[in-house]
């Protein structure tokens, strides 16, 4: 009877053992912060008056529907598509964009919930902290492309970008990651990518997330006052 019971128990014990090895101890589904960054990312694509076709980039802030963007990816747009990192495509029900002197913002809404956001984040940054830059450049081909650097220099204003008190960071940009987010290792959003200089990979420039969340808090009132969707 005892032999019976030891073998009961070994078999047991080798097929926890068994199991331990051969199988995981648990399945994750957390999400890395890099990761939350790119699903948050939106490929924008904006027809203008004229009939052109404009590549950018955007970021999810409201889990509604609500897309922050550089403002001249919609400031003389006709109409607005939204691919989301799902694949699923969005015709912009509205799109928003005031002309401060300082800032280039824009906002986008889709008829959407449950959306993955990120948060503007107002933090205090240092020469060499690192950034992520997620967008679109040339467009669909190469969405949600993913760069990291670190910040390069502060209170750029520089002729083509307007007077603008601009971050700069090495992550690299280029056309069509206009509009999407310049994020911190909290995955925050620090700042807007809005441009950078030609022929020069590594010179990217973002409107600060001090200037966006103001221009976040202004969209929200004229949403109240002016019924903007």
């Not at 529907?65 to 003389?76: E, K, P, R």
């Not at 598509?81 to 015709?91: A, C, G, H, I, R």
């Not at 960071?169 to 509009?179: E, L, R, T």
């Not at 995955?187 to 001090?210: P, Q, V």
């Amino acid at each position: 009877m005892n032999k019976i019971r030891i073998f009961i128990v070994l078999v047991v014990s080798i097929g926890f053992i068994y199991a331990g090895i051969f199988l995981p101890s648990r399945i994750s589904t957390s999400v890395s912060i890099p990761e939350k960054i790119v699903q948050s990312t939106v490929y924008v694509e904006t027809i203008v008056a004229d009939g052109l076709i404009w590549s950018g980039s955007g970021v999810i802030v409201g889990e509604n529907g609500l897309i922050m963007t550089a403002g001249h990816m919609v400031s003389n747009a006709a109409s607005i598509k939204v691919t989301l990192f799902n694949s699923k495509e969005y015709q912009a029900v509205s799109f928003y964009c005031k002309n401060y002197p300082d800032a280039d913002i824009g906002f986008i809404k889709i008829d959407a919930v449950n959306l993955p956001t990120l948060k503007l984040k107002n933090s205090n940054l240092n020469y060499g902290d690192v950034v992520y830059i997620c967008g679109c450049p040339f467009g669909n081909e190469l969405a949600f492309t993913l760069t990291k650097g670190i910040v390069a220099g502060f209170n750029r204003k520089l002729e083509g970008l307007g007077e603008k008190s601009l971050l700069q960071v090495d992550a690299q940009a280029w056309p069509g990651n206009s509009g999407g987010p310049v994020c911190n290792e909290k995955g925050e959003i620090i700042g807007i990518l809005i441009g950078g200089i030609s022929m020069s990979d590594g010179i990217s420039l973002c409107t600060t997330a001090d200037i966006a969340i103001i221009a976040l808090a202004k969209y929200k009132l004229d949403m109240i006052f002016e019924n903007i969707k």
